[in-house]
């Protein structure tokens, strides 16, 4: 049945009385040629405020109020609603129409037929807007006019620098060299780092050390004929970079922090991807072991400390400073760089280590990325100082920048970052 017949219907003054009377919707539907359900639905419909009609061919169709305070209403009318014909609505409720967005639509079915819709959204903000007092200008121009900048004096110009180094995996070639060349990019990176800190002269150094540290020989089958050093030669080697590291970095800073997790390369095996031992099984945890013990003994350089997870953990989180706490995980854990954020949403949930970091230091991917997680914490991964992938970039066609990224923090606002 054809809007116009419904419209035509409900213009009919007779049709509005058996409305009105007590006809049943059975009997009035049989009456005027209508659907039982057609008579039904207007007369369960209320009278909208905005229709106080002076002639008997007015009648309301819908109106409806949502809870956020939009309302909407049709209706059968002998001429167009009006913008007028809106605010008047808004205002018979009580409301102020200006506080409103204000839609209307009326369509001709007929002489003196319409079919008309009036609609009214609440204004976003306007809550807002009544609570903020009004600006006098020419006093904000002369506030603007007459202000001065006086840096505030500091010692330390930052309160903590992060310094990334992961990934160095000790013994292992491919198109960036050796293990030589290994050892050049890394005190490059080093060497880099320093001056970096005598510009920002942080109160504390984090060195965050994600994981990989030796290349090892049980994870893929390759390393047993590509690898330019034994196992107790990469370890070696690792041992003597970190102890360099922090002996350089010692004097730059009131504390520094040498913090370590295990990782899938360091991981001791008894054969290929066959872990031989809990979470803390693994050389770099014992690299870190040693070089406590080492400054313990000898009873040097009181202001480093060496950190390691919890027992049969592999992340953890650090106090750098007051207000900044630094989670740190290798990234194996995750199936793509891009879903470290997703295992550490996770980890907050499960008031797992890193749950209460302000920001997450991620290695294992080899390329650097940074990302927004949860409420504004960022997830860093770093970039590697190994000699490259040789096997990736043949497979995606591209190289990863190597080195060990820096980045600073005042509070938990991180700035000046660089890759060196």
Known sequence: MSNYFHAKMLANPQFQADLAGDLSSRKMANKWGVGRTFVQNHRSQPQPDFITPTQPNLRASTSQQSSDGSRTVEAIRDRPVTLTDAREWIAASGDNPDDFEISIRSI?????MFSNRMSATPKKGRELSKAVDAVDYVTLSERIAGFTYQPARKDFLVDACVLQPTDEQWGKTD??????ETVERVLKSYSGFVDYVREYRPRTILLAKTGDGIENFCSAPGQMHTNDMDLPHQIAAMYGMDLAAVRMFASEAEKVIAAYVPSNHGAWRSGMKSNAGDAHSDFGIANAKMLRDT???????????IVIPELHMESMSVQVSPELRVGLVHGHQAGGSDKIGDWWAKQDHGRMPTWDADVLFVGHWHSYRAYQSGDGRAVFVGPASDPGSSWFSNLKGERATSGMLAVSFEGKRWKYQEIM
Request: negative net charge; proline residues 5%.
């Open 175 to 180: 198109f960036n060299g050796g293990s030589a």
């Open 108 to 112: 001709a079915y007929g002489v003196d």
């Open 295 to 305: 400054l313990k003994q000898l009873d040097v350089l009181p202001n480093v400390e």
